[in-house]
């Protein structure tokens, strides 16, 4: 039998021509082996809007804590001990939060993480204090909540792990080579939903790499999707009271907005908004038809997909790739918000039987 590798290889170790290393960060890295997340052929969305494309779902629900998050955390904690930090800090609407607590956990690291309180779904704040992390809930806003880390990690020595560290950015571009791996080139559109605009301007960056590197033989069109009530890029100024249903992407003033801008406008894509009834609709279409159940914010993609596919935006015979950021189970609270019929029984077999209304 072959002796098993001794340690977790993830992104860092996989992609590593294409990351800034030294011999001293391949030497501590801190990973969960993240990264590697299925593309997943969609049957029941094209059929749905009728058209003939191929549509993929990145998804990055599938990473160690459930999001996108891991492949940029694991680098910027990797880099934080290269650079001998004792702590690392974020805001977050929940995902950072509980990434930074699971790397933070595995590197021996103190995190302090500042959320919106009444804000964050269930399913992230348990990660966050059952890694450890110091949770603060802010009476604000995420917005609100990373100014106050910005200065914070100013002041004292704690590392910024928020998706201003550029080592976030760098990790979170190995999705779209992971992507143009898979498929054997880059796709046609990519389809991302976008909150502090940071996983946008990663994949750009990263698409645009493996381009140079002749990885892939074209670029996509970057089409970024916000929330309608929390949606500053697309009315081009920021909100004071974001708004919706998707609580990950509940973000009036991006910290990328100019780099989300960029990948748009480099790319001849698009960045657009959905409504909080559109994303519920794709939410629910995709676990109840595709067998994916992502959480709502990721379902922004989807439902801006579909909004596309109304307007005849897509070429057929196309290949489309949708990042679904996170897993469905992180929100359970609103997975468990719908009209379902709840039925309890006896544990008799003759009860259950009529409830199935199967022939006797
Ligand atoms: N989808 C999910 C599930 C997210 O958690 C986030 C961001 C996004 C999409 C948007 O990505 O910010 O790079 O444009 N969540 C951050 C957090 C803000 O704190 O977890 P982005």
Known sequence: MKKPKERSIGIIERYQKFLPVTKKTLECIISLNEGNTPLILSE?????????????????????????????????????????RKAVMCASTGNTSASAAAYAARAGLKCFVLVPEGNVAKGKLSQAFRHGAQVVMVKGNFDEALELVKEITAKYPIQLVNSLNPYRIEGQKTASFEICDALGDAPDYHVIPVGNAGNITAYWKGY???????????????LGFQAAGAAPIVHGHPIKAPETVATAIRIGNPASWKQAEQARDESNGLIDMVTDDEIIAAYRFLAEHD???????????????IKLAQKKYFKE?????????????????????????????????????????MET
């Open 208 to 222: 645009k790499e493996y381009f140079k590197a002749q990885k892939s033989s074209q670029l996509p069109k970057m």
């Open 291 to 305: 067998g994916v159940f992502c959480e709502p914010a990721s379902a922004a993609s989807v439902a801006g997909l």
């Open 44 to 84: 029941a969305l094209s059929k749905h809007i009728g058209l003939n494309v191929r549509i993929y779902y990145k998804f990055e629900g599938l990473n160690p804590t459930g999001s996108f998050k891991d492949r940029g955390m694991t680098f910027a904690v990797t880099k934080a001990i290269e650079e001998g």
């Open 317 to 357: 015979e196309t290949t489309i790739v949708c990042t679904l950021t996170g897993h469905g189970l992180k929100d359970p609270d609103l997975a468990l918000s719908f009209d379902d019929s709840i039925v309890s029984a006896e544990p008799k077999i003759e009860e259950i039987i009529k409830i199935m209304d």
